[in-house]
């Protein structure tokens, strides 16, 4: 019965939305509260099959309307369909990789980017709605950051690669086109959010070319400079040091083995925020054990959830996954 629901739902209900039907936020909330409560009817774990049958409905609908549309998505309700999906499946932790996965595949094909879900986690959903008109879906800045490592868990499981240039990056590392193609960790770092950047590079996020998960020895992320230059500069002045900003330093020192700061300035400030094994005295051996495990774990798909299966000691695990100096 359920399921029948479901699918009249998408037939009908949906068809005869208008085109800007789900422009605004409360409408989505509004279709995703309606399909919650028809997915609450069901018994035990029928919850769980027709919440992917919700998703996949939704994604079914935007790949028809495409479809009628020569492959050029009509944009409208039928693009803002696949965000009540997403809505829809954080709200349940729906657990099947591959309907999210694919619902994912839907948007990055339209969109090229995840801008929609990335920047409500790392500026906060009020900031992204003055900034692009779009407002998130997501209640506040925490429901943004556990919605965003919902997804990058399950865009991991599936391997789920984008092609953006020629190049396949993982979610986590998929520019956003809006603010000047910077990378989800540069823009988290350099705007001082260091929870979100903890999550980013805690799923094995890039500061900038190169390996998934890796840095080139002697050479030094552009968000790092850019943050130690600022910080010299406010240092001059005799400004306040915003410590979110030392704090995203530190977090990116733990990601990567060493860094080459070759300005007297970057010197300058580096003595006063950052450990001398970071850049300037040779990095302890725990330290580079950690970057090197972290690699591999990277190039095996198993960033951050593979720490946990490690046979290391327990009281190491949260130092391997960046929760600890």
């Not at 209900?13 to 605004?24: I, N, P, Q, S, T």
């Not at 400079?225 to 410590?243: A, F, W």
């Not at 054990?289 to 690699?295: E, I, Q, T």
């Amino acid at each position: 019965m359920v399921e029948s629901i479901i699918e009249v739902f998408f037939d009908t209900v949906f068809a005869d939305l208008e085109r800007d039907g789900l422009a605004k936020r409360y409408k989505r909330r509004c279709i995703a509260d309606y399909l919650s409560t028809i997915i609450s009817a069901s018994e035990g774990s029928k919850c769980e099959d027709n919440c992917a049958l919700a998703v996949t409905s939704a994604v079914r609908v935007h790949s028809i309307a495409k479809a009628d549309n020569g492959q050029i998505c009509p944009l409208g309700k039928h693009h803002n369909v696949l965000y009540v999906a997403a809505k829809l499946s954080f709200d349940w932790r729906l657990s099947d990789s591959q309907v999210i996965a694919a619902m994912l595949k839907q948007i990055f094909d339209c969109e090229k980017t995840f801008e929609r879900i990335v920047i409500a986690a790392i500026l906060g959903p009020l900031v992204t709605r003055l900034l692009s008109g779009w407002q998130a879906d997501y209640q506040d800045e925490q429901e943004s950051l556990n919605a965003l490592d919902y997804y990058l868990q399950h865009a991991t499981t599936e391997r789920q690669t984008y092609k953006i240039s020629g190049c396949n990056l993982r979610m986590v590392d998929v520019p956003m086109p809006a603010y000047h193609d910077a990378l989800p960790a540069h823009l988290a770092c350099v705007m001082d959010r260091p929870t979100a950047l903890l999550l980013l590079l805690r799923h094995g996020a890039r500061l900038g070319p190169g390996e998934h998960g890796v840095w080139t020895q002697g050479a030094s992320p552009v968000a790092l400079v850019q943050q130690l230059l600022r910080l010299h500069e406010i240092m001059q002045s005799g400004g306040s040091v915003p410590s979110a900003a030392i704090d995203c330093l530190r977090l990116i020192m733990r990601a990567l083995p060493h860094a080459a700061l070759g300005d007297e300035r970057l010197r300058e400030t580096a003595e006063i925020v950052l450990p001398k094994t970071r850049w300037a005295e040779p990095p302890e051996l725990k330290h580079i054990a950690r970057c090197a495990v972290r690699r591999e774990l990277g190039r095996g798909w198993s960033l951050p959830d593979g720490i946990e299966k490690l046979n290391v000691p327990t009281t190491l695990k949260p130092y391997l996954d960046l929760m600890e100096d």
